[in-house]
T-cell receptor, first 116, second 113 residues
């Protein structure tokens, strides 16, 4: 099955600096890669996603890049703010069945702390 | 996200008891999922269902059971066979063949006392 590795497990950056979180996946058939942000005690919230036919996607201060050949994708947050402090999860999804979906496999998470 | 309702939000269970966590969605989503999250850890898939009356085991199904009698409902039973059930349980759903985006309920905290 799919295996998703995420690094680093913790990350502290100064407010205003950029943060980068990296993930690798094992299954070349995976074709959808979402990123979730989870605040303490709350549910994960989708912040950005990318599909395998796209190399980069940007939404204001957040961007995601995908390298299919190397099987890795990264989350970039620029001009970080205190409210960006949270745990971030990457995930990989492979469509296999006739229904067009299979399960989503998550990375282990990155605890991002923004230092004021 | 607001269309996925989990209850109860907090639940205490005595050892040896079965408990059932409710998950209802009004988003007309085809697929539903249950994840377990331990403190400071990632999300692990327990069970998932793509259609009514059908479901598949995830990575940590032992000690859990589910049913999918209605499209909008996917209850999870934590049985006494689950030795370490204290965790945060998240229900999720998505529409098949429509972007794969998965949405989560607010979660249920289960504590064994």
């Amino acid at each position: 099955g799919e295996n998703v590795e995420q690094h680093p497990s913790t990350l502290s950056v100064q407010e205003g600096d950029s943060a980068v979180i990296k993930c690798t996946y094992s299954d070349s058939a995976s074709n959808y890669f979402p990123w979730y942000k989870q605040e303490l005690g709350k549910r994960p919230q989708l912040i950005i996603d990318i599909r395998s036919n796209v190399g980069e996607k940007k939404d204001q201060r957040i961007a995601v890049t995908l390298n299919k050949t190397a099987k890795h994708f990264s989350l970039h947050i620029t001009e970080t703010q205190p409210e960006d402090s949270a745990v971030y999860f990457c995930a990989a999804w492979r469509s296999l069945s006739n229904f067009g979906n299979e399960k989503l496999t998550f990375g282990t998470g990155t605890r991002l702390t923004i230092i004021p | 996200d607001g269309g996925i309702t989990q209850s109860p939000k907090y639940l205490f269970r005595k050892e040896g008891q079965n408990v059932t966590l409710s998950c209802e969605q009004n988003l007309n989503h085809d697929a539903m999922y249950w994840y377990r999250q331990d403190p400071g850890q990632g999300l692990r898939l327990i069970y998932y269902s793509q259609i009514v009356n059908d479901f598949q085991k995830g990575d940590i199904a032992e000690g859990y059971s589910v049913s999918r009698e209605k499209k909008e409902s996917f209850p999870l039973t934590v049985t006494s066979a689950q030795k370490n059930p204290t965790a945060f349980y998240l229900c999720a759903s998505n529409r098949l063949n429509s972007g794969n985006t998965i949405y989560f309920g607010e979660g249920s905290w289960l504590t064994v006392v």
